[in-house]
């Protein structure tokens, strides 16, 4: 696969765009990533992009790490692919870099502007309204995410055990106050005796 000067820019676009969108994390711009990276421009595959989210997810740091192995992984295969030598790691490292300046310099600008006409009116109706309106939309996209990244998984019985243990584990989320810690640490517990 190759990319053109204008893909790369094309794609920075994209997620120039894309970054204005975030409420609540990059991660809940996946699913236009997605539909943008795997199914129109088929630059990646959906365990690359399954892969990608999965191990920014289980590495320690912020949740926009999936960008930059998005941006990692489309930059090695133009190259040519990683274990063609140094051309391909250089696209690789661009890439990243690429992704990540387009997805977080919107969105760090507005979140600074809106944070400070936030603290500046807090009393004011209309922000409260703003942070009222804000988590509905934060849901739904949380929600678009899951959804996109549970159909590789929903045809395999295998995971049925995973799927009922985070059914339960929302469920006491939203009705009970128990800490979000013991259920990550119950669910690993469970991982490690094999039973998810």
Same mark, same amino acid.
């Given at each position: ?11 920075? !676009? ?25 199914? +129109? +421009? ?11 989210? &999965? ?17 990692? &992984? ?8 990683? +274990? ?9 490292? !661009?890439?990243?870099? $690429?992704? $990540? ?9 507005? &979140? ?36 996109? $990244? ?7 019985? +295998? ?6 243990? &985070? ?21 690993? !517990? ?7």
């Amino acid at each position: 696969m190759s990319l053109m000067a204008s893909d790369w820019l094309h794609m920075m !676009l994209h997620f120039l765009s894309l970054s204005l969108i975030t409420f609540g994390g990059v991660v809940a711009a996946a699913p236009d990533m997605h539909r943008y990276l795997v199914d +129109q +421009q088929h630059w990646l595959s959906d365990p690359q992009f399954n892969s990608s989210i &999965t191990l920014a997810q289980i590495a320690p740091g912020p949740n926009v790490l999936f960008v930059a192995i998005l941006g990692w &992984t489309l930059g090695a295969q133009a190259g040519g692919g990683v +274990q063609t030598g140094p051309l391909a790691w250089a696209y690789g490292v !661009l890439a990243a870099f $690429l992704c $990540l300046v387009s997805i977080l310099g919107p969105s760090g600008c507005l &979140t600074l502007m809106v944070s400070r006409w936030g603290v500046r009116y807090q009393d004011k109706m209309a922000v409260r309204a703003f942070k009222v309106g804000m988590a509905p939309l934060l849901i739904a996209l949380m929600f678009s995410t899951g959804w996109l $990244l549970l159909p590789p998984i929903q045809a395999d019985a +295998q995971h049925a055990p995973g799927l009922l243990l &985070t059914a339960v584990s929302v469920v006491l989320m939203w009705k009970t106050r128990i800490h979000v810690l013991w259920l990550l640490s119950s669910g690993a !517990l469970l991982g490690l005796m094999g039973w998810v």
